[in-house]
């Protein structure tokens, strides 16, 4: 198994630019997670889904959007992008049944808005 | 909403000495996880405790949920332990994990 896989691992953006981050987990999870960690900090919860067609903001959702179409895929995306948006993002999925919520993390998707 | 707060911030050890690292958190949580952020940004993860006590090698976990804490203990230390640990709950009724604000150690040779 791949676990969970993120791509691509580093982008550069212009001010206003457009771009989705990939993310994807092979290990049928029915929850997945999107991350932010700025530089010397903890991680901040984006958005999250608890499966196919269900999503929900976390503390942080402004300046992104996401969809979950399948199981597999939780694709994000950044409209518009802000140098605040400069970060590290990481995807994580769980299994989320009885109650079992473990997550597992990618390696992350280093992105620098300029 | 919940707090999670972890102790100490920062921590310098030598190669082979002992630490606890402590997880706090402000309400009732249904999941909490433990993991270790590499230096190359990594997210390895440690423990999934919920309640109780886990052990795997060097590190152990015991997490008391009605007191509302965990703690990590990392037993003789070795420089590949530097990076930051971080705790992450799910608070009562939710599904979403909120992170603490770490623990940076750093272990010296």
């Known amino acids: 198994n791949a676990g969970v896989t993120q791509t691509p691992k580093f982008r550069i953006l212009k001010i206003g630019q457009s771009m989705t981050l990939q993310c994807a987990q092979d290990m049928n999870h029915n929850y997945m997670y999107w991350y932010r960690q700025d530089p010397g900090m903890g991680l901040k919860l984006i958005y999250y889904?608890?499966?196919?067609?269900?999503?929900d903001k976390g503390e942080v959702p402004n300046g992104y959007n996401v969809s979950r179409s399948t199981t597999e895929d939780f694709p994000l995306r950044l409209e518009l992008a802000a140098p605040s948006q400069t970060s590290v993002y990481f995807c994580?999925?769980?299994?989320?049944?009885?109650?079992?919520?473990?997550?597992?993390f990618g390696p992350g998707t280093r992105l620098t808005v300029l | 909403g919940i707090q999670v707060e972890q102790s100490p911030p920062d921590l310098i050890l030598q190669e082979g000495a002992n630490s606890t690292l402590r997880c706090n958190f402000s309400?009732?949580?249904?999941?909490l996880q433990w993991f270790h952020q590499n230096p190359w940004g990594q997210l390895i993860n440690l423990f999934y405790i919920p309640s109780g006590t886990k052990q795997n090698g060097r590190l152990s976990a015991t997490t008391v949920a009605t007191e509302r804490y965990s703690l990590l203990y990392i037993s003789s230390s070795q420089t590949t332990d530097s990076g930051v640990y971080f705790c992450a709950v799910v608070p009562s009724g939710t599904y979403k994990y909120i992170f603490g604000t770490g623990t940076r150690l750093k272990v010296l040779a």
């Open positions: 994580a999925s769980s299994d989320g049944t009885s109650g079992h919520n473990e997550q597992f």
């Open positions: 889904s608890v499966g196919a067609g269900i999503t």
């Open positions: 309400d009732s949580v249904n999941n």
